[in-house]
């Protein structure tokens, strides 16, 4: 069972002061790539940061909007050469400014896969869709899916999803996003499904057996977030 913590990359002072602590914790980490469309440390040097000087298990994300294939390409084959546990390949909110550039995550993957090995490429499900779509985009065989919009109301269809994916191979890791103070106005903000900090213990025990790693996500309470999840559910 994987812990992962995602972490936003705007400044190289924040997660200097986060890698060591989550290292401690053997806890590994997903750097978005520009959140919310957001200018931020790029996720790939910022992994490979992470990976070479903390020796942390990292994933990073794909922004498909903010690169054509050739940079894709790229950002895949220097994951590769670093370490990088897995890039998750998206398309990515609107940018705050500069062109949308036009690509298909699935035809992304597919091509990707046909051209690199060694390293291991993901997508992301949304439990707002129908099973039936979310298989569909399972049988494009990505080496893992992050499954956004996991709460109360879609953890039986979650619980489907992993079904599939376990007869197929491929490993899922849904988001848990946790509530605390500052993050839950955000979530509220962006109609994203959240757990109380309460409920974090029952969570992960439900889905140590269901799931292959949780990705958690609370961007402005990140140390509460870490010290939790370490006393919870570690």
Same mark, same amino acid.
């Given at each position: 069972? +994987? !812990? &992962? &913590? +995602?972490?936003?990359? !705007?400044?190289? =002072?924040? &997660?200097? =002061?986060?890698a060591e602590k989550l290292k401690d914790r053997s806890f590994d980490v997903f750097v978005p790539e520009n959140p919310a469309g957001r200018p931020a440390l790029l996720a790939a040097v910022t992994g490979t940061y992470l990976r070479t000087k903390y020796e942390l298990g990292v994933y990073v994300s794909l922004r498909l909007l903010d690169v054509n294939l050739l940079h894709a390409y790229s950002a895949v084959v220097t994951a590769r050469e670093f370490g990088i546990k897995g890039v998750t390949i998206l398309k990515g909110d609107k940018p705050a400014f500069g062109e949308n550039l036009k690509a298909d995550s699935e035809e992304t993957l597919t091509f990707l896969k046909s051209k690199i090995e060694g390293v291991n490429l993901g997508l992301v499900v949304s439990l707002r869709y129908p099973v039936e779509e979310i298989s569909r985009r399972l049988m494009k065989r990505p080496d893992y899916i992050m499954v956004i919009h996991y709460g109360s109301k879609t953890a039986d269809k979650l619980e489907q999803v992993a079904q599939i994916a376990r007869r197929i191979g491929v490993k899922v890791y849904p988001f848990v996003l946790i509530g605390y103070e500052k993050s839950r106005e955000v979530f509220t903000q962006l109609n994203q499904p959240f757990i109380e900090p309460l409920e974090l213990k029952e969570k992960c025990a439900w889905l140590s057996s269901r799931v292959d790693g949780i990705v958690f996500s609370s961007p402005l309470d990140l140390q509460r977030a870490i010290d939790d999840v370490y006393k919870l559910c570690s």
């Open positions: 069972m +994987e !812990f &992962i &913590i +995602e972490l936003p990359a !705007f400044s190289r =002072k924040t &997660i200097d =002061k986060l």
